[in-house]
Every structure is written in C-alpha cells, then in structure tokens.
C-alpha cells in the first residue's frame, strides 16, 4: 500500500507532532456491514486528517477510526496476577472507576483491553468464575464495558485483543472470541481488534478471522500485537489480499525499550501506513521516578527492574527531571511525549486511579525540542538488560 505521511504542527517547541500515515487519494468512507460496503483505504485526503488533527486525534493506519493521541491502557483492571499485589477489592474497583471518569474528563477516549486481562471465567464456566469471584478476580473487559455504559453520551474508542490460545484453531476462533469480548464489553463492534500476540501455529487462520470480522461490521478495525518486521509484513500482504487494511500493531516502546526502532518494526509500520501503539510506554512505572536503587519495585517487575538496573537508569532520570522542570512536566509526562514525538505512535499508559490518568494528559499539548529528544536517547544507549523474547518469536 503506498502511503503519504501528512506532518502537522503542534505544541511548543521544534519536535515533529505526529505523523499521520495516510493513503493516497481520498478519505475512507464509513464503513457499512455489508461486505461490499467496505472502504476504499485509498480514500483519505490531507484535508480530513487536519480535522482530526484539530479534534486531537489521529488515524489508525489505513482505517476510518480516528483515535485521541494519547490512550488508556486497562490491563490491571481487575487483575490479580501482575499487578495490584494479587488482590482486587472494592477500593481498587472505585479506582479504575474514577481512572475512567479523569481520562474521559481530560480528553482521553481511547481504552484498551483484551479477553485475558483479569478473567473472562464469568463467560467460559459460572462456578470457576464465582470461585475467582471470591479471590477477587474481575475482568476488564467487564469493567470497561460498564464504565462505558455510564458514559454513553461520549464517543469512546474501544480495542481489545484475541488471545492466540494454542488450542484456538482457524477463523472461527476468532469470530468465537471476539463476539464473547462483544457480549462482556456490551458493544455490537469495537473500534481496533487485534491479535494479541503470535500463535504456535495457525497464523494465517487467525488473520482470516480478522478479516471475516472486519467484512461482517463486528470490527471497524484490525491490528495485530508483538509482531516483529517479518510477521508484520505478511500479515499486511494478507489482509490487503482481502482489501482491508492493518491498522495497528501494539508494541512495548519506550524510551529505555526501543527495540521497534532497532529491529525494524518502527520502520515497517511507518512505510506501510500502520499506527504503532505503544503498550509499557513508561516502562511499567519505571520512568515516572518513583523507583530507585533504594525502592525498587516489588511484584513481578523487581526481576526486571533490579537495583542494579535502576541505578544505571538514574543519569537519565536525571535529566529527564531536568528538562521536564523546564516545561513544568513531569517525569512521567517528558516520557510520554518523547513518544508522540517519534510520530505514528500512539502511547497507551495503564491508569489505575484519576490521578494517573490526569497526569498522562499532560504528556499533549506541548513537544520537547529535536536536541532534547536525540539527547533523552543518547542516554537511553546506555541501559541495557530488557529483553522481550516474544517480538523476536
């Protein structure tokens, strides 16, 4: 698919808002449920991309669904294994509410989820759901589907992901699961479905799956997640076969995990028109300061988040509390924007409470300079020791 990248201005300094990867010729039309009602991704023009600019949004890809520049990631909602010290109760429950409500108050629109944060049991077997019930387990596709219904009187984008199962065989599967993630989120589509991660083995399948989706009106668009150069390339040679265009891909990118520039799937998505989603975008918590040498993070992330690792990262941390007391940002804020200034990226920060989210939001509006960008990744050269195995797979 040949494409055009449209540069729009935006916020205080030199750094480059992000690119809108569009095709040529004009704008997609919306979609209808009919199959031959699909648009054309050979339909967007300049003009309509301003607009969006204007309403603080960005394109996915090659597709019709406009997102904001910034999203919600939702996986610690409701779950019990990663994050929220293996407990979900009713005070964390309220939190991820008002996360909700403070990203919804300050602009942010876009949420995303997948089947396998927290628990879908409710819907796979009612007495291992009551039993997870018990130790606390919620799911938040659940859990955003309600917030949702609260709010309905705002345009919420919604994505959420396919869990490439191993016992999960062919398009079917696909279709099975989504329209189950339909029924707990309470939507008749969702904006971005995506496959969450690179099967064992029936790719192709899955990928026919997206399609079927896409061509039934269930999805309005199709992305993939953790998919390196290779992957991301035949996916989007089959799914362009079948005239619908990928998306997104979703990534962990960070400032101090840059593997997608290193490893060609930055480039990729950029020369074939597919937004990069960044999911861990500062680095689990990482990058907002909060941890030291001396007050590492506890849970799973203190295998990767060592002492020793955090005190290499403090010189950039240094100076990232340097340029941010500049602008009047935070840590936090000066990581999330380092991203939007690489263009055709679009951060998904988890929130788990409103003060988060409140925070995130002022990561727009604003740019760090060229010479701080390539400054902030000079630095960043010199951490080394994450490894993500799965977008090597």
Same mark, same amino acid.
């Given at each position: 698919m040949m494409t055009a990248a449209l540069q729009v201005a935006g916020g205080v300094g030199s750094c480059p808002a992000p690119l809108l990867h569009l095709p040529a010729g004009g704008r997609p039309q919306r979609r209808q449920v009919a199959a031959h009602a699909l648009p054309d991704p050979a339909r967007a023009v300049a003009s309509a991309a301003v607009t969006e600019e204007e309403e603080g949004k960005v394109r996915l890809g090659g597709s019709g669904v406009a997102v904001t520049k910034l999203g919600i990631g939702a996986w610690s909602w409701g779950d019990t294994t990663y994050w929220n010290d293996s407990e979900w109760d009713e005070r964390r429950l309220k939190e991820a509410q008002a996360a909700f409500d403070a990203s919804i108050d300050n602009g942010m629109t876009f949420f995303d989820t997948a089947e396998v944060y927290g628990t879908a049991a409710r819907k796979i077997n009612q007495k291992l759901f009551s039993v997870l019930q018990l130790m606390g387990a919620v799911n938040s596709e659940s859990l955003l589907g309600e917030e949702r219904q609260r709010k309905d009187q705002v345009e919420v984008a919604v994505a959420t992901k396919f869990a490439a199962l191993p016992w999960r065989f062919g398009r079917g599967s696909v279709l099975n699961a989504l329209k189950k993630s339909l029924d707990r989120l309470g939507l008749s589509s969702v904006e971005l479905y995506q496959l969450h991660w690179p099967g064992i083995w029936g790719n192709e399948g899955y990928l026919d799956g997206l399609a079927d989706a896409y061509e039934q009106g269930l999805v309005k668009a199709v992305g993939v997640s953790n998919y390196n150069e290779k992957r991301l390339r035949d996916a989007h040679a089959r799914l362009?076969?079948?005239?619908?265009?990928?998306?997104?891909?979703?990534?962990? @990118?960070?400032? *101090?995990?840059?593997?997608?520039?290193?490893?060609?799937?930055?480039? +990729?998505? =950029?020369?074939?028109?597919?937004?990069?989603?960044?999911?861990?975008?500062? +680095?689990?918590?990482?990058?907002?300061?909060? @941890?030291?040498?001396?007050?590492?993070?506890?849970?799973?992330?203190? /295998?990767?988040?060592?002492?020793?690792?955090?005190?290499?990262?403090?010189?950039?941390m240094n100076r990232i509390k340097e340029i941010g007391g500049s602008y009047g940002k935070s840590p936090t804020q000066v990581a999330l924007?380092?991203?939007?200034?690489?263009?055709?990226?679009?951060?998904?920060?988890? +929130?788990? /409470?409103?003060?988060?989210?409140?925070?995130? +939001?002022?990561?727009?509006?604003?740019?760090?300079?060229? =010479?701080?960008?390539?400054?902030?990744?000079?630095?960043?050269?010199?951490?080394?020791?994450?490894?993500?195995? *799965?977008?090597e797979s």
């Open positions: 362009k076969k079948r005239g619908v265009p990928l998306a997104a891909n979703q990534v962990n @990118y960070s400032l *101090i995990y840059r593997t997608p520039e290193l490893n060609g799937v930055k480039a +990729a998505c =950029d020369e074939l028109g597919i937004t990069l989603i960044a999911y861990s975008p500062i +680095a689990q918590g990482v990058l907002t300061g909060k @941890y030291t040498p001396e007050n590492p993070p506890t849970g799973p992330r203190a /295998n990767t988040y060592t002492p020793e690792f955090l005190t290499k990262l403090q010189p950039l924007n380092w991203l939007t200034c690489q263009g055709n990226v679009v951060p998904i920060p988890g +929130a788990k /409470n409103a003060s988060q989210a409140k925070e995130f +939001a002022g990561a727009l509006g604003w740019s760090l300079t060229r =010479d701080e960008v390539e400054e902030l990744r000079t630095l960043a050269r010199e951490i080394k020791g994450i490894k993500m195995p *799965i977008e």
